[in-house]
């Protein structure tokens, strides 16, 4: 059984940087695609980031230059540094994993786990 627990959410003026954590359990981590996605109110959930095994990066455009994955797979968590955070950044953030690894990193379809979620929120 996968578990992916998120952790580092918070209250943050614009401007202001937060990182986030996802901390996988139950199989070997450093194999698979890792993403980062959220969900605002009245809005579908988006693709924000992914890092593949190999170290690959990929970004929404929304968030090009401003955040930054990477993972440590010596601890199984990825991290999303999220620097010059916006008002329309505001939503609930997700990682997630899957079941067998894939080329559409950036559809939610392609991922199997979640985690719970963490709080993001922007204020102006």
């Known amino acids: 059984q996968v578990q992916l627990v998120e952790s580092g959410g918070g209250l943050v003026q614009a401007g202001g940087s937060l990182r986030l954590s996802c901390a996988a359990s139950g199989r070997t981590f450093r194999i698979y695609t890792m993403g980062w996605f959220r969900q605002a109110p009245g809005k579908e959930r988006e693709f924000v980031a992914a890092?593949?095994?190999?170290?690959?990066?990929y970004y929404a455009d929304s968030v090009k230059g401003r955040f930054t994955i990477s993972r440590d797979n010596a601890k199984n968590t990825v991290y999303l540094q999220m620097n010059n955070l916006k008002p329309e950044d505001t939503a609930v953030y997700y990682c997630a994993a899957p079941r067998v690894d894939g080329t559409k990193y950036s559809s939610a379809r392609s991922y199997d786990y979640w985690g719970q979620g963490t709080q993001v929120t922007v204020s102006s």
């Open positions: 890092v593949r095994s190999g170290g690959s990066t």
